[in-house]
């Protein structure tokens, strides 16, 4: 039986709503979110058309599953909450974000119960169809949204797209393609030669604009 969470911390256990299903009303609620997700998107799906879909009430959805996107890591299947890492990383200091970024992402993936399924989502997120779709949508509103969020500024988006940009290319050598010696290196290891990198995008000096010849990459004829 599935155990009663606690309400953000207000010392209030949440027991299940009245009128719920006994038994059925997880599964429901799943089958109702994978329809949703797949027919509508990520971002477009909310809790209460699940809830409706499952015709239950929505209060029952947030008795099984903490937000949104706990549900979609729910639907499918994979042990990992990228969001919530991205969070803990930002509640740090400004200075250590992409040494902490590659830190804590390589150090949730190597868990075997989470490395199959979140490499598997990382092959659907490269692919094409609803899923991949539906996948892209999640990461892009739950990791980079809170990245550009939390930078700030006219840039923050491509910032953050940047910085995502060097975590997804060092997942998909590490652990989808399994090139060597990048795949047998030690964390530690690529926090050192990763992490500067990501921390440039996310909190360097101003990118240059494509007014700047150099960042164009056209060269004045009389230099």
């Known amino acids: 039986m599935t155990q009663d969470k606690?309400?953000?911390?207000?010392?209030?256990?949440?027991?299940?709503?009245?009128?719920?299903a006994s038994g059925s009303g997880r599964e429901r609620?799943?089958?109702a979110a994978t329809a949703e997700f797949h027919e509508r998107g990520y971002e477009a799906a909310s809790i209460r058309s699940i809830a409706r879909r499952a015709?239950?009430?929505?209060?029952?959805?947030?008795h099984y599953f903490d937000d949104k996107a706990g549900l979609f890591t729910e639907v499918v299947r994979v042990p990992l909450r990228p969001d919530r890492i991205v969070a803990e990383v930002l509640e740090g200091p400004p200075e250590l974000f992409g040494r902490r970024l590659v830190h804590d992402v390589l150090t949730a993936w190597e868990r075997p119960a989470v490395r199959p399924a979140a490499t598997a989502m990382m092959r659907s997120a490269a692919g094409t169809g609803a899923g991949s779709a539906m996948v892209r949508s999640f990461l892009k509103r739950e990791m980079l949204g809170q990245l550009a969020r939390r930078l700030g500024?006219?840039?923050?988006?491509?910032?953050?797209s940047?910085?995502?940009?060097?975590?997804?290319?060092?997942?998909l050598m590490r652990f989808v393609m399994e090139i060597?010696?990048?795949?047998?290196?030690?964390?530690g290891q690529l926090v050192d030669s990763v992490g500067p990198v990501i921390q440039w995008h996310l909190t360097g000096a101003t990118l240059p604009t494509p007014t700047d010849p150099?960042?164009?990459?056209?060269v004045d004829p009389e230099s």
Not at 9 to 20: E, I, K, T
Not at 55 to 62: A, G, R
Not at 155 to 160: H, I, P, Y
């Open 6 to 20: 606690h309400d953000g911390g207000s010392g209030r256990r949440r027991g299940r709503p009245r009128g719920s």
């Open 29 to 31: 609620i799943l089958t």
């Open 55 to 62: 015709e239950v009430d929505s209060s029952l959805v947030h």
């Open 153 to 160: 500024g006219p840039d923050a988006d491509l910032r953050a």
């Open 162 to 171: 940047l910085a995502a940009s060097q975590m997804a290319g060092l997942l």
């Open 180 to 187: 060597e010696p990048l795949a047998s290196a030690s964390i």
């Open 214 to 218: 150099q960042a164009s990459g056209t």
